[in-house]
């Protein structure tokens, strides 16, 4: 595995590949790897015969209260991994790389709309600092593919509307989420719950699954249950932050009539605020 931290290294190497006839398949992470993240670039090897993640601890995308600084960042053990998993090349940029003057002077991209639901109603500026870097990225690598985790499915869901409404040439791929044996959603956060809170923690995958079974079943009160959902996982010690059904789509409240339906859920427990969303339909 070749490492790179300049992007005219990182495209010499990209363009002797794709001059040779070779596509590129590309996995944006922030580092701190799990069997997720692994997952996500075995998948991108399936997919074209060179793989280049990125590790990069994007300061955009965190809000004023979110400790920038504290990110955990394990570049030696993560570089491990993705040499064991076969990782062609690995682009780890230092932030002024990545934005050579302060962030308040730097072009942003944002989408309209999709960020304001969700995660978006409580981390109003997460967003476009994602679908900045990740267009910035898009823009050093020049892949053929990017494949992201369901895991957060606003996330993919934005990106793919970038990538339409900007005209970029890549086909953005999405990959179940990985998850313990328990239901928990693989992620870098879990590493802060204790061992209580990780016994209390796949309450939240439960409670997706038994919602999604209600609605399978014709309930369409869908105020009920989301409510019904928070108080039980209040009950069981988290801080519900949102729980909520969507269209998978668009991110929209569904319809009576909608088939296509995704739940989705975000609380706090202890440190941790864990994610996750299920599938209707």
């Known amino acids: 595995m070749q490492t790179v931290h300049t992007i005219a290294e990182l495209r010499a190497q990209v363009m002797a590949w794709k001059r040779a006839g070779e596509q590129v398949a590309f996995v944006p992470t922030m580092g701190n790897l799990h069997r997720g993240h692994i997952h996500l670039v075995e998948c991108a090897r399936e997919l074209a015969p060179r793989t280049v993640a990125s590790i990069f601890v994007n ?8 400790d920038f600084a504290a990110y955990p960042r394990t570049l030696d053990a993560d570089s491990r991994q993705l040499e064991t998993a076969g990782l062609d090349l690995l682009f ?6 990545v934005y050579p003057r302060p962030l308040e002077q730097m072009t942003q991209v944002t989408v309209p709309e999709l960020p304001t639901v969700l995660c978006g109603a409580s981390r109003p500026t997460h967003f476009s600092g994602v ?13 053929d593919i990017a ?3 369901e895991k957060d499915w606003q996330q993919l869901v934005i990106i793919r509307r970038m990538a339409t409404d900007l005209d970029m040439p890549v086909a953005i791929v999405g990959v179940p989420t990985v998850r313990e044996p328990d239901g928990l959603a693989l992620s870098s956060r879990n590493g802060y719950l204790s061992a209580e809170e990780r ?9 997706l699954r038994a919602t999604a079974e209600r609605l399978r079943a014709g309930e369409r009160d869908f105020a009920a249950l989301e409510a019904e959902a928070k108080a039980q996982l209040a009950s069981a010690g988290f801080r519900p932050d949102y729980f909520e059904i969507r269209r998978p789509a668009d991110l929209q409240r569904p319809n009576l009539e909608d088939a296509e339906l995704r739940i989705f859920a975000a609380a706090w427990l202890g440190r941790a605020r864990l994610i996750d969303n299920w599938p209707v339909g």
Do not use: D, H
């Not at 300061?59 to 979110?66: A, K, L, N, R, V």
């Not at 679908?131 to 892949?143: A, E, G, H, I, R």
């Open 147 to 149: 494949v992201f985790g």
């Open 131 to 143: 679908t900045t870097v990740v267009s910035k990225l898009f823009n050093m690598v020049q892949p």
């Open 92 to 97: 780890a940029p230092g932030v002024t790389e």
């Open 199 to 207: 016994a209390i923690a796949p309450t939240l995958y439960a409670t």
């Open 59 to 66: 300061p955009m995308q965190f809000g004023p209260s979110e």
